[in-house]
Structures are given as C-alpha cells and as structure tokens.
C-alpha cells in the first residue's frame, strides 16, 4: 500500500506521478480478471458436473399473486439452447451462449463474449403446482411461473426488497 507521506526529489521537484493513475484502464482489467477468478473459487456449487467455465446469467425471483416466478435474462441465448426442469423440489434452468460471428484467425485485442454453458437452481416452495408450470421466452428473458397450492403461505412481508 502507498504511504500518505510527500516526498520530493532532490532537484526540489515532486516526485514522478504514480503508474496507477497513468494507466488506470490497466488496472481495472487487473481488477476485473482478479475479481473474475474469485467469482470462478467461490461459487464453484453451480458448475459440478460442467465441464469448463460457468455463466451465471442474472435472475430475479418472486411470488405475486398465488405465482412463484422466476425470471432469467438470457440475452443472445435462443430458445432451443435452453432447458428447464424440475426435480425433487430443484427448478433448473440450463443451457448454452454461443459465440457467434467472430472471423476465424482474427487477433483479439479485447475478447468479452463467450460460447459456455449456464445453469441456475432455485428451490422451490413445497407446495406447487408442478403440473401447471407454464414459460415464456421474449426479447432474451425467461419467465417461468410456478403456481402455488392454496395452502402455501406467501413470504412475510418483511422479505427482501429491491434497493432503490
């Protein structure tokens, strides 16, 4: 870590600017790769039988109006690459982004997209509705909707809610 005292060369002059504020895009891309292989050690629950890196595309997760809802953002993913199922009480949502429209041979400078397979697990109330689960895919997002039985109980109210 940089210390808090000045110094000054021996000409009188301040001493040369410090390499993290000539270059800070160099060292966001040092921050991001670091943060991206923490991402990789910490959550490695979701990836144990893929092989390769895991994308775990956003979601949000609801109840609203006797409806457990859960919706995944999947932009460029197309709707035959995506699977979804449930098993022992598990809803689980997997598929694969591809990279498409890259020349072959061509020299990267910056590569962001990816072709890597995804999957997202969210447990479900116990009592569903499992025969009426019904889904949607529009403009990259998936909606899948999960009807409650008559007798679960809704969250309380005091649930998390989005920060504004």
Excluded: Y
Excluded at 5 to 30: A, K, V
Excluded at 119 to 147: K, S
Aim: with cysteine; aromatic share 4%; hydrophobic share 40%.
């Amino acid at each position: 870590m940089a210390s808090n005292t000045s110094q000054s060369s021996s000409n009188g002059t301040s001493p040369p600017m410090n390499p993290i504020m000539r270059e800070p895009p160099d060292l966001f891309e040092r921050v991001e790769r670091q943060l991206e292989a923490m991402r990789r050690l910490l959550m490695p629950a979701n990836r144990a039988d893929l092989d390769g890196p895991e994308w775990a595309p956003a979601m949000d997760v609801f109840e609203q109006d006797g409806v457990f809802a859960v919706q995944v953002e999947l932009p460029g993913v197309g709707k035959r690459d995506v699977t979804v199922s449930l098993n022992d009480g598990l809803l689980s949502i997997t598929g694969h982004v591809e990279k498409e429209g890259v020349a072959k041979g061509a020299r990267f400078r910056r590569c962001e997209r990816f072709s890597v397979p995804f999957r997202r697990i969210i447990a479900l109330p116990q009592a569903v509705d499992a025969d009426r689960i019904t889904t949607r895919f529009e403009n990259g997002v998936l909606e899948v909707l999960v009807p409650l039985n008559a007798q679960e109980k809704s969250m309380p109210e005091d649930s998390l809610e989005p920060q504004q």
